[in-house]
């Protein structure tokens, strides 16, 4: 055998397949979709064909007054306008010059402010405190104490307000009886009322006693999604009672808890009928907030733009807290 034999033949390389002309190109047609894309497509489009007949009727019950109350607060709008006895002129954002050069408005702003922080803050903390109470009481003392609150929740608030404004009473008032009866505690004839620091704190103990059982039923939901491992980790470590609730429970609560505040505070930022009922349709300068003083500038006044206008500065004021939300459920969700 000779070395020719034996020699290995080199490997041609495939010859490259030059790419189609344009005019085959242009011919080749796109695929066509299989009923599975068009199955996916319509899977897609099935939640918003669903949420349809919702959002029609949120746009025509909540979308309608809306743009009416923003045409309002760019017009001259009294009582002689509402008679059809003069046209209601547009006058721009006078209405908005006239409301924010007003001290009374910043005084009501920062009442509202006041009063809605510090009824969320007991709202959170009593129901926090309350959920915690309830994974640790047997199981008859639970169904009682949801009993309890889902009764109170229930409650109408017009219901609830006539209670607390009885409880209350400068002369028949529960209250007063019961704390005159203490050594060296004399309340009978005291006016909660008089004064606006204490008749705000009576209408905020309302709004709490209102509010506490949803934030209750929601955390005790929430904390039954708590490992129980993660705790019992925790406490072999060495950490006590607020260890455990500090790194192991608040982070995982956190979610729920952003909503509920949330929640809350735009809420307490739109109470009404509790200032309103409790002051008997007629709340003072001091019982003043956001919500009573649109409807006075409104319909006690007669001044509908202004009180239009009110509202606007109300709904912007609570669409920042909004953002501040989605902000905060943003950042959760990058976490996770």
Request: hydrophobic share 50%.
């Amino acid at each position: 055998m000779s070395a020719a034999d034996t020699t290995t033949p080199a490997k041609v390389p495939p010859r490259r397949q030059s790419p189609p002309p344009p005019a085959v190109a242009k011919k080749q047609k796109k695929p066509k979709k299989t009923p599975r894309d068009r199955t996916a497509s319509g899977a897609r489009g099935l939640p918003w064909l669903l949420l349809a007949p919702c959002l029609l009727i949120l746009a025509l019950v909540l979308g309608y007054p809306m743009v009416r109350l923003v045409i309002l607060s760019f017009r001259e709008f009294g009582q002689s306008q509402l008679w059809g006895f003069q046209p209601a002129e547009w006058v721009g954002l006078d209405n908005f010059t006239k409301v924010l050069g007003d001290g009374e408005f910043w005084r009501v702003v920062v009442r509202t402010i006041v009063f809605a922080a510090g009824c969320v803050i007991f709202t959170m903390v009593i129901g926090m405190l309350i959920a915690l109470l309830l994974q640790r009481v047997s199981g008859w003392v639970k169904t009682l104490v949801n009993i309890a609150l889902v009764a109170s929740w229930g409650m109408p608030i017009i219901v609830a307000t006539t209670v607390f404004k009885w409880l209350f009473d400068a002369d028949y008032g529960i209250l007063n009886a019961l704390l005159s009866r203490l050594p060296g505690v004399e309340m009978t004839g005291h006016n909660w009322f008089a004064s606006g620091r204490e008749g705000l704190a009576v209408i905020m103990l309302l709004v709490v006693w209102g509010a506490v059982p949803f934030v209750v039923i929601t955390l005790s939901a929430g904390l039954t999604q708590v490992p129980k491992e993660l705790e019992e980790a925790a406490r072999l470590d060495g950490a006590g009672a607020w260890g455990v609730f500090r790194y192991v429970t608040l982070p995982i609560l956190k979610p729920i808890i952003v909503m509920l505040t949330t929640l809350s505070v735009i809420w307490d930022m739109g109470v009404f009928p509790q200032v309103f009922v409790m002051r008997g349709g007629h709340p003072e300068a001091e019982f003043q907030l956001l919500t009573t003083y649109s409807y006075d500038r409104a319909f006690v006044v007669n001044d509908y733009a202004q009180g239009s206008a009110i509202a606007l500065l109300t709904v912007a004021l609570l669409l920042g807290v909004v953002a501040v939300y989605m902000r905060q459920m943003l950042k959760i969700g990058e976490v996770e």
